[in-house]
Each structure stands twice: as structure tokens, then as C-alpha cells.
């Protein structure tokens, strides 16, 4: 088996510091030491003291509280809702075929639209002419915008346009079944999607991304990283899910691979 030469990784760390999701969803990661742990693997071996113990040190341990969709994830057809346009349940990350993951890749170049932009099926079609490439049924596409330069920022969750209803069901249609960005969210962020719906009140520009997946479920990355030292194609993208029963979503180690 021919190993690659060269893996990126593109996903993000998770971590208390980082400004990367709104307050209402960020995660809690608890850190206990091996010294802290010593008393607790004692008690599972009547008579053994801390002190019997290499440094006097046990296991190292994190306690977690996330949401399925913090950090670098994969979005799962039912999270964008319960059931299909023709009345089916929307498939659960744990359900999902797992060759979808592993894949080759092609990357759009969208950093120099504009924060909030809504990218079209012209837009998708125009990037993959300049790049001089034809999709094939399940590429793996990945969109660079410019919020992957806000990363840590708190104008993260307000950078880079988004991807809409129609270029994600254009997508859709050539056999693209999982594609990723860089920004907080495959749609537009919210707060220019506000700015618009109050414009407009047409609840038709609400989460249309997203929402794309009801008539053809699909999945997709959100918070990916690095996505500007890929090239635009010629790469392989491994993005397994986590297994989570029943879940809208799983944590992924998304990397690019490089023959």
C-alpha cells in the first residue's frame, strides 16, 4: 500500500480559549493530572499507595462538554431536518456510508468574496473553470473563505460568505455528497443573514444551505482549518465521523493527503 507523502491537517483543536463558537455553545474541557488520578487508581487496588506508583502518578484525564457540533464537524442529514422531501427520516450521523469519507478533494477559492455573500451555482461553476477542473460523483469539495483568517477572532462567526440553495444543490446534482468550509457555517453567518431577513422578512434565505439537504440529503464540514495551503485539486481528503447514535453530527480529524 502506497502511503502519502504529506498530510495537513484541516481541522481545528478544541480548547477553552478559542473564540470560535457563540457563548451559548462553546465548549468546557476539564483537565485532571495523573497526580490528581493517583488516589482513584488506589482505591481500585486495596493496599496500593500513590507513592507505589511510577512518579506517584496515575492516568491523565479530560471531562468534555461539547455539542456535536463544536470543533471541526460533520453535519449529519438530520440535522437540517427530521424527514426528506418525500417524507423519509433523515439519516443519523451513526447511518451514514462511510465510503462518503474518504475521497478526492477539490478546493474553492472564495476568500475574496465578500463577508455574508450568498455564493451561487455561477459562482461554483466560474471557480471550477478557472482552476481548470470537472467534478466527478462524490468529490469531496471544500470552500475557502475568508473566515479562515478570523479563526480565533470574535469576528470569526461574522466572516465569509456562505454557500446557498442553489449552488448546493448544483453540487448535489454532479454526485458531490460531502463538502466542507472553513467558516462557522456552510450558510452565510447569521448576522449578515439577519441583516438581509430583515430586509426582506422572505424566510426562503434562513439556513437555505442547509435546508438544500432535504430534497437530496448530503453531508457537510463546518470550522474547517488551513484550507489556503491546499492546492485546488490533485489531494485526498479523509474525514471519518465520529459514531454517535441517533446524532445530527459528529467531531472529525479532517486531514488532506498528498501521493
Request: glycine share 8%; with cysteine; proline share 8%.
Amino acid at each position: 500500500m502506497k502511503m502519502p507523502s504529506r498530510i495537513v491537517d484541516i481541522s481545528q483543536p478544541l480548547d477553552n480559549e478559542t473564540v470560535v463558537d457563540p457563548p451559548f455553545m462553546r465548549p468546557s474541557i476539564r483537565y485532571t493530572t495523573g497526580k490528581e488520578n493517583a488516589a482513584l487508581m488506589c482505591e481500585l487496588f486495596p493496599g496500593l499507595k500513590p507513592e507505589d506508583l511510577p512518579g506517584g502518578e496515575a492516568w491523565a484525564l479530560e471531562y468534555v462538554t461539547l455539542t456535536t457540533h463544536n470543533g471541526t464537524h460533520m453535519d449529519a442529514p438530520y440535522h437540517y431536518n427530521s424527514r426528506d422531501a418525500r417524507g423519509n427520516p433523515m439519516p443519523t450521523i451513526d447511518q451514514m456510508p462511510l465510503d462518503w469519507y474518504f475521497r478526492p478533494g477539490v478546493k474553492l477559492d472564495f476568500r475574496h468574496l465578500d463577508d455574508g455573500y450568498v455564493a451561487t451555482a455561477a459562482d461554483v461553476q466560474a471557480e471550477l473553470s478557472r482552476i481548470g477542473y470537472r467534478l466527478q460523483p462524490l468529490d469531496i469539495v471544500l470552500v475557502n473563505t475568508r473566515a479562515g483568517d478570523m479563526y480565533g477572532t470574535a469576528d470569526y462567526i461574522h466572516s465569509g460568505c456562505g454557500v446557498g440553495r442553489e449552488a448546493t444543490h448544483w453540487l448535489i446534482e454532479q454526485g458531490v455528497r460531502v463538502t466542507g468550509i472553513d467558516g462557522w457555517s456552510w450558510d452565510a453567518p447569521f448576522s449578515k443573514t439577519l441583516e438581509r431577513w430583515l430586509a426582506t422578512r422572505d424566510p426562503r434565505i434562513v439556513w437555505e444551505g442547509h435546508y438544500a439537504g432535504i430534497d437530496t440529503p448530503y453531508c457537510h464540514m463546518e470550522k474547517l482549518r488551513h484550507l489556503e495551503t491546499l492546492p485546488p485539486f490533485g489531494f485526498s481528503v479523509a474525514c471519518f465521523p465520529c459514531k454517535i447514535k441517533a446524532a445530527s453530527g459528529g467531531w472529525t480529524r479532517a486531514v488532506a493527503m498528498f501521493d
